[in-house]
């Protein structure tokens, strides 16, 4: 770091307060938002926090003056957290950022207009991205991480400020989505719910008046939900409009989109390009799809062995392990379409046995009351149309759309 005079320190600490009183005098909500940003790691915070670690009188700056005393409950803490950030002191920078977040919003609630909700959005964030830099700091000093579950705390009394009538209210959504970052984040999905239900249910809020960009997050992360409630028919909705409104330039979002909502694509029989999981970087879907054209269940187990870490986070292994059936009715869909070009009068007649040799030349093992139970299980979910004839051990399939598609609706829906 350059050499930094008290004179130089002082005029920085005087030039931030000065850029505060202005802001808030003018209700410049852009200019504003600026003094909060931490995490952004501002060339102009961090000379500002050089200058409060060298100058330790800034607090009487701005308790003695008219301009900033009545504000000193937002900027002393943020002071404090500011020098803390700059040396790395991530727990203490978020102790002191909170109390700043907490005076904010009691000040915000004071504001009759909505000029300051992009500094709220800043905070709502910063408060978020510090929790979790404490946290890491915490475990790794071999403690409880315990300040992101706080950050909720905080953004559940933004979310009630914004949740009355208004201009402010149109923030909610942002909001909620940080909150939905932080459940996901610490595995407390189920804490979305009572947020969802007063974004819904609640008729204060109009879901189209909120920011396309807060619409799609909402979206994507509300989807992401149907997908582990097993309602496919509302993720595929959800995570559809998430991919269709989100900004074609984010390439990463889009990529995230994809990765749950191909799963959920494929339980309701549509089957992505390869050309599309080449383009997004997501190869570890290609065998999964290749094992659905084919009906091999080989091919299919071991693509989700080989990904299965990955698949796991992404809370989409169950769903894609449900594809078996999927497989089984292409396995013996195929089976079906040889027959037929051998004997047509009696194609529709599969014997099991016929089915066993097929997955033993896959390397699966499997008996023949093993395979009837499966063929039970494809009939009864209506992925295949037909009935058994049990003494001679024989699958005779319907001669009118003997294997249906599911034309977009989850398996048995």
């Known amino acids: 770091m350059a050499y930094l ?9 005087t030039e931030y307060l000065s850029r505060f009183s202005d802001a808030l005098s ?4 852009s200019s504003f938002k600026s003094l909060f940003a931490l995490s952004s790691n501002s060339p102009y915070l961090l000379s500002l926090a050089d200058a409060l670690n060298l100058f330790q009188d800034a607090n009487r700056l701005i308790k003695q003056s008219e301009n900033y005393s009545q504000f000193a409950d937002i900027l002393v803490p943020l002071f404090r957290s500011l020098q803390n950030y700059r040396q790395n002191n991530l727990l203490e920078a978020y102790n002191a950022f909170e109390k700043t977040a907490n005076a904010f919003i009691q000040e915000f609630r004071n504001w009759e207009s909505a000029w300051a909700l992009e500094a709220l959005y800043v905070i709502v964030y910063d408060i978020r991205v510090l929790a979790e830099k404490a946290d890491k700091e ?3 000093n071999g403690k409880s991480p315990e300040k992101l579950k706080g950050a909720g705390s905080v953004l559940m009394k933004v979310f009630g400020t914004l949740a009355g009538k208004g201009s402010k209210r149109v923030g909610a959504l942002y909001v909620t989505c940080q909150l939905f970052k932080i459940y996901f984040k610490l595995g407390t999905v189920h804490l979305c719910r009572s947020v969802i239900r007063s974004i819904e249910t609640a008729r204060i809020f109009d879901f189209e008046e909120f920011p396309k960009r807060d619409k799609v997050t909402y979206m994507y992360y ?3 939900l149907e997908v582990f409630n097993e309602n496919f028919s509302a993720a595929d909705y959800k995570l559809s409009y998430a991919l269709k409104y989100c900004n074609p330039q984010s390439t990463a979002n889009i990529r995230m989109i994809l990765k749950h909502l191909i799963p959920v694509k494929l339980s309701i029989g549509i089957l992505p390009k390869s050309s599309l999981l080449e383009k997004y970087n997501l190869l570890e879907y290609i065998n999964i799809v290749q094992a659905l054209r084919r009906g091999d269940l080989r091919l299919l187990r071991r693509a989700l062995q080989e990904h299965e870490d990955r698949f796991l986070r992404s809370g989409v292994y169950l769903v894609l392990e449900k594809l078996e059936l999927q497989v089984y009715q292409r396995l013996v869909k195929k089976i079906y379409i040889i ?8 194609a529709h007649q599969v014997k099991l046995e016929v089915i066993v040799k097929a997955l033993k030349w896959l390397e699966i093992d499997m008996d023949v009351d093993e395979v009837e139970c499966i063929m039970a299980i494809l009939i009864f979910k209506n992925l295949m149309k037909g009935y058994f004839a049990h003494k001679s051990k024989v699958v005779v399939l319907s001669k009118q759309d003997p294997f249906p598609k599911l034309n977009g609706k989850p398996v048995n829906a």
């Not at 003018?26 to 909500?29: E, F, I, K, N, V």
Request: charge should be positive; hydrophobic fraction near 20%.
């Open 138 to 140: 915490l475990a790794s």
């Open 222 to 224: 509300t989807g992401r």
């Open 5 to 13: 005079s008290m004179g130089e320190a002082h005029r920085r600490i």
């Open 26 to 29: 003018s209700q410049d909500g």
């Open 339 to 346: 027959q037929k070009q051998k004997d047509p009068n009696r």
